[in-house]
């Protein structure tokens, strides 16, 4: 049917890649295809994929409204490591949030991997925010956060940008080609170039802190920025992932758009480690709610017809 199919690598992100006799394996099989205005090569999984589910071990959850602190409430019958979890988000405009699915977690949530959505109220100027990474460039005589965002303003390459206030002059203004996961800094003001008006960006993540007690493995999240646009009907945004979790391998898809794709390792050690849960670090204010409209697990059968043995 004239797909276009890629296939990537993704590496180990441990040491114990000789112990266990092999080291990395292929994504899943992805589309790719070209966005309406034909200027973003985008991608989603094939639909081949969904000939793994097993329909037996489907589990549907609508309509759950999450309006508190949440740290830890586990997804009620059902657990897995070998998983399809397509979750539809609603969440409002303009609101400081941060909130998601936990899986691959033991009972108590000791060990676990966050898959997350953040957002910020007014990303135009962040005080007391870092955006770390994507430096391209460090502009010279600025002294006051205002002129790093000109700077950034007038630059087409820059996307975002980080003014640091304890910094020398010629060493405190950054210009970024992306936009970095933010994160908290007292010395730092940073800000993201707005795009069309009333679109909103929001980071899509993976939180690896827990994933795993070994100090050799990656500990670091995975994020990615992906742009939110307003439509007549909505007013309040919808953001639909679909997550497929191989063991030890996490991807992340925004599967109608294509505008996002994750893939990460994590490396639990417990083997209890298979249970599902929902969290609300920020949680939304009386002008809205963060919802799930609906929540699909399925376990996932082998690609493999018969076992073959290697050596």
Known sequence: NDQQ????????????????G???CHTLPRTIFLSDDGYELRSRPIEALKTLRNETSHR???DVVLDTNIPFEPVPDVKGNQVEIVINWQFPMYQNLDFGLIVLSTPDGQQRTSIGITSRNNTSVMMNSDLPGWDYLSVPQITQWSDCQIACSKDNKCQAWTYVQDRE???NCFLKS??????SNSVCTSGVKQREAGEQIVWVYMDRSLSQRNPD??????HAPIWLQPSTINTEWILELDIFIDH???EIFEPYGGRLALTGHVYPEEENANTFAVYVNEPATAQGHIIINTLDIWNLNTIWTERHKFF
């Open 5 to 20: 199919v890629i296939m990537g690598w993704t590496s180990e992100e441990d040491n114990l890649g000789p112990q266990r």
């Open 22 to 24: 092999w080291q990395g």
């Open 60 to 62: 549907h959850f609508t």
């Open 169 to 171: 002059i010629n060493n």
């Open 178 to 183: 992306g936009v970095p996961l933010l994160t």
């Open 217 to 222: 493995a990656a500990h670091e999240p995975i």
């Open 248 to 250: 030890s391998v996490i």
